[in-house]
């Protein structure tokens, strides 16, 4: 039985970069190297996880810091966009309709921070709407899931017999 995991990679908060090369101007490489990465299905929980980068103790990688908290709704989760939402009729006329109504009173110090405070608007609206129309579906779908493994392994038992 073949198993296909999907993981999300956590973002720090605080940084890009975990390895630098030390060396100054055009010379400087800097990457990503180190992560944390985290079942997808774990996103759509009440799970609290944050990522970041702690002070460097001379080495030329910063150490990174994954924090997690159990059923805290103060967090903040990060914004996932679900391709099933596509499939609900309304979906984008609400979201259109819902972008012409963020232009009004969304005047922000550049054209860039009034685009993103519409996007956090819109967002603000989808989280919204998706909770109205599908609760936590994320959690059903990992009972569903569960399920079906239980009934395949019981049918492979089944076979065995």
């Known amino acids: 039985m073949q198993t296909e995991l999907r993981v999300v990679d956590i973002p720090t908060i605080n940084g890009k970069f975990t390895w630098n090369n030390r060396r100054g101007g055009s010379d400087q490489i800097a990457s990503r190297l180190d992560r944390f990465l985290i079942l997808d299905h774990i996103i759509g929980l009440d799970i609290f996880y ?10 030329d990688h910063w150490p990174i810091k994954l924090e997690i908290a159990l059923n805290n709704q103060n967090k903040k989760r990060p914004f996932r966009f679900e391709s099933f939402w596509l499939r609900a009729p309304d979906f984008l006329d609400k979201v ?3 972008w012409q109504d963020s232009k009004s009173g969304k005047e922000g110090r550049s054209k860039m921070h009034s685009f993103q405070l519409r996007l956090k608007e819109i967002k603000r609206k989808i989280k919204k709407w998706n909770k109205e129309e599908f609760d936590n579906i994320q959690q059903e779908q990992g009972k569903l899931q569960s399920r079906m493994e239980k009934i395949q392994q019981q049918i492979i038992l089944e076979g065995r017999s």
């Open 96 to 98: 259109r309709g819902w």
């Open 50 to 59: 944050e990522a970041s980068i702690l002070p460097s103790s001379g080495s």
